[in-house]
T-cell receptor
Framework: AQSVTQLDSHVSVSEGTPVLLRCNYS??????LFWYVQHPNKGLQLLLK??????LVKGINGFEAEFKKSETSFHLTKPSAHMSDAAEYFC?????????????FGSGTRLSIRP | DTEVTQTPKHLVMGMTNKKSLKCEQH?????MYWYKQKAKKPPELMFV???????INESVPSRFSPECPNSSLLNLHLHALQPEDSALYLC???????????????FGPGTRLTVL
């Protein structure tokens, strides 16, 4: 079975400084990996997705993630944090179950931005 | 139209009430999903419909009853709920099911349910 582990439950950075949210995955074959963001009392928005086309994936709002097979990692980064980035971030792996796909969520990382 | 809509946004119900949550998408997606999310936790999968047929039921209690009347609409019927069922209920849809599971799910804003 596939799984993802988000290594930090809470990350706090100052506005304008880099963001790093860490995610490790466990999979017996090449995984499909995603990052979603959830702002307070909102649904989930797709930030980016990795499907083996390229190891460096660029997403929306300046976020990007790098797939590293040797480290089984898929960390999310952004060069300069903005106050609007404060939210909950979920690392997700997808697997095929019968005739549907099932996504498995990490436990989430809450990102706080200090003025 | 590139979004998943959910109604109502908020719902308060008693333990003896019967209510329904509605989810709609007009993107031509063929898979639809219900998730339950408790505070400060990740979403938990409840049901998956693929091509309008129930394909996954994650051992959800029978007081939750899903229905997929057509490819654009997904309902969740609620009856005799418990206070611990209070949560954010999220609907999602995806375009198709690829053999390697690379399908992307698009989420609605959710229905905040409170059971008294």
């Amino acid at each position: 079975a596939q799984s993802v582990t988000q290594l930090d439950s809470h990350v706090s950075v100052s506005e304008g400084t880099p963001v790093l949210l860490r995610c490790n995955y466990s999979s017996s074959y090449s995984p499909s990996l995603f990052w979603y963001v959830q702002h307070p009392n909102k649904g989930l928005q797709l930030l980016l997705k990795y499907t083996s086309a390229a190891t460096l994936v660029k997403g929306i709002n300046g976020f990007e993630a790098e797939f590293k097979k040797s480290e089984t990692s898929f960390h999310l980064t952004k060069p300069s944090a903005h106050m609007s980035d404060a939210a909950e971030y979920f690392c997700v792996v997808s697997e095929r179950i019968s005739s549907a796909s099932k996504i498995i969520f990490g436990s989430g990382t809450r990102l706080s931005i200090r003025p | 139209d590139t979004e998943v809509t959910q109604t109502p946004k908020h719902l308060v119900m008693g333990m003896t009430n019967k209510k329904s949550l509605k989810c709609e998408q007009h993107m031509g997606h063929r898979a639809m999903y219900w998730y339950k999310q408790k505070a400060k936790k990740p979403p938990e999968l409840m049901f998956v419909y693929s091509y309008e047929k129930l394909s996954i039921n994650e051992s959800v209690p029978s007081r939750f009853s899903p229905e997929c009347p057509n490819s654009s609409l997904l309902n969740l019927h609620l009856h005799a709920l418990q206070p611990e069922d209070s949560a954010l209920y999220l609907c999602a849809s995806s375009p198709y099911v690829t053999p390697d599971g690379t399908d992307t799910q698009y989420f609605g804003p959710g229905t905040r349910l409170t059971v008294l």
